[in-house]
């Protein structure tokens, strides 16, 4: 989507990189940021869906929100003890 649009895809970052795509808001990708414009995927899309260039500070990862982890399922009651 990206080239096929006029932009260029690489996967090491440099100096010639100008936006960095990430998903979630953690990892060594957030060292970056203040040098670099860091956005979601969802700004890829709305940027073509719009035909320009959309505001990336509304799509910084850290403005996701994201399900909170699972806790793990508890065990089930003992069952009721039986009168016999």
């Not at 895809?9 to 998903?23: R, W």
């Not at 953690?26 to 035909?51: F, K, L, N, Q």
Request: with cysteine; net charge positive; aromatic share 4%.
């Amino acid at each position: 989507m990206i080239t096929f649009n006029g932009g260029q895809c690489q996967l090491n970052l440099n100096s010639k990189c100008t936006h960095l795509i990430i998903t979630k808001p953690e990892g060594t990708a957030m060292r970056h940021e203040g040098s670099i414009r860091i956005v979601t995927p969802d700004w890829i899309v709305d940027s073509v869906r719009s035909r320009g260039r959309c505001e990336e500070g509304l799509y910084h990862p850290r403005l996701l929100i994201l399900p909170k982890p699972r806790s793990p399922t508890p065990p089930p009651p003992p069952p009721p003890p039986s009168f016999q």
